[in-house]
């Protein structure tokens, strides 16, 4: 099938090459003449692990294209995704001004019957205004379908080729079956694509996205108890973890969620709810809990050095807002470094992938270590900000030789109490016990 995606960020590169891995023929379109040209000089601009060989393989077998050219790309597509930004604006609501320009520019040119797939997170009612704006400008047949994208950074790939399910939102019953055509090879195992109308598939984007943040802010508040109370986090995520009614999944205790998606989207559907009148009291403490969270770690050193950081050196492991990507946004290392600073230490710090970004931010306001090790010297302790697997199974003999003073400060609980103990280390973790 012919398909265009307008869009070449992130989800939009990631759609468009798994699209084209199953034979579909699709053309990716984005202004950013730069860099179209690199893409199709086979330039990948995104880190994803997985996504660089599907992305060479289907450039050069012919059936993933680039261009700034909107009228070439779609005249032919029979479905064409939009993957663009939708920031929050100024109030916190979504700003739709690229989607809704995007489908202006799209109905002035089609002469055929088009699917039009919204695959941005976008507020419900979204898909009416596309079709408003559309409206004004042609008389052509079209769809406007809602196919919310549930791909987690740094597992992208295989979210999207082995989905759990795909939710598409139309009443249009020729999008639908061309919907179902196309998702057919990616649910072959049996999972689900799930039909429903645009604005019920609109709200599930929010509500999956704002229940995985409930549940990490629930998870974060229960580690805050273990640390008053003396119990262990750990246990209590296994414990309830088992029953199959709460899942394993998503229940580790942390400095917050961060990315692209978490705090845009919650903002985003409390936003929607105050705009109903509908006071949405979960979300407002779930955002609050997340805020108070990112600040958990920097007050535990604080507290350790009785307030005083100034003059102090901390080495920091990982940057990015989680492991697999060199994504730096929302970060809860960007507030980190922002403090350590303000509080008159020094960091040096290493990422195995978000270095380039968080020099782009925060420059050389922070040192940069050439490996995990290099960043601990003359360091009075290690802050551990990503669960990199890197970080996971460290040389202990030479972080106890390399650090100043054995401490460890450990805001994603990579290490057993009994082995920091053994090594003699001053190891201090999110919901339990303080060690050393
Ligand atoms: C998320 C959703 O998972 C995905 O379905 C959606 O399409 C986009 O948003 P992503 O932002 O890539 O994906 O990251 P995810 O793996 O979901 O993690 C989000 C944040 O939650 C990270 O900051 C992570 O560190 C944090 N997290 C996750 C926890 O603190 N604890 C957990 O148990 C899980």
């Known amino acids: 099938m012919k398909i265009a995606v307008v869009g070449t960020g992130y989800v939009g590169l990631v759609t468009g090459t798994c699209l ?92 055929d019957y088009k699917v ?59 999008a639908r079956k061309l919907m179902a055509e196309l998702y057919g090879p990616y649910v072959r195992q049996g999972n689900p694509v799930i039909f429903m109308d645009e604005r019920s598939s ?49 229940l580790f205790a942390g400095i917050g969620y961060g990315g692209s998606c978490f705090p845009k989207d919650v903002q985003a559907l409390a936003k929607s709810a105050e705009e109903n009148n509908y006071d949405f009291k979960i979300l407002n403490s779930v955002m609050s809990v997340n805020e108070i969270q990112k600040k958990v770690l920097v007050e535990k050193v604080k507290k350790y050095y009785n307030g005083d950081i100034k003059g102090k050196h901390f080495a920091l492991w990982g940057l990015a807002f989680k492991p697999e990507t060199d994504d730096i946004r ?9 403090e350590l600073i303000a509080a008159g230490a020094t960091v040096k710090a290493f990422d195995p992938e978000a270095m380039p970004n968080i020099k782009g931010v925060v420059g050389d306001k922070i040192a940069y270590g050439n490996n995990p090790y290099d960043t601990l010297e003359n360091a009075d302790a290690l802050l551990i900000l990503t669960e990199w697997s890197l970080f996971r199974t460290p040389d202990f003999d030479k972080l106890s030789s390399a650090l100043k003073a054995k401490v460890v400060f450990d805001g994603r609980n990579l290490y057993d109490l009994e082995k920091m103990i053994d090594c003699g280390f001053y190891y201090n973790s999110i919901g339990r016990k303080v060690v050393g």
Not at 71 to 97: Q, R
């Open 20 to 111: 084209a891995e199953t034979g579909n023929d699709v053309t990716c379109v984005d202004i950013n003449v730069q860099k179209v040209e690199k893409m199709k000089a086979g330039e990948l601009p995104i880190y994803e692990p997985g996504l660089e060989q599907l992305f060479h393989r289907n450039i050069s077998q012919g059936r993933l294209h680039f261009t700034t050219d909107l009228a070439s790309a779609i005249a032919d597509a029979k479905i064409i995704f939009l993957a663009l930004p939708t920031p929050p604006g100024g109030d916190g609501a979504a700003d739709l001004s690229y989607v809704l320009g995007a489908a202006k520019d799209i109905a002035k040119i089609i002469t």
């Open 116 to 174: 039009i797939v919204t695959k941005s997170t976008v507020p419900v009612g979204t898909a009416d205004k596309v079709r408003a704006v559309m409206a004004a400008e042609t008389t052509i047949e079209y769809a406007v379908v809602s196919n919310p994208e549930f791909l987690r950074e740094g597992v992208a790939v295989e979210d999207f080729m082995k989905p759990d399910r795909v939710v598409v939102g139309t009443t249009d019953e020729r």
């Open 202 to 250: 609109e709200l599930t984007k929010y509500a999956a996205n704002s229940f995985l943040a409930t549940k990490i802010s629930f998870m974060n508040e229960i580690a805050n108890m273990c640390e008053l109370v003396g119990a262990d986090v750990d246990m209590v995520r296994r414990g309830i973890g088992a029953d199959e009614r709460i899942g394993k999944r998503f």
């Open 330 to 338: 929302e970060a809860p290392a960007l507030y980190i470094i922002d």
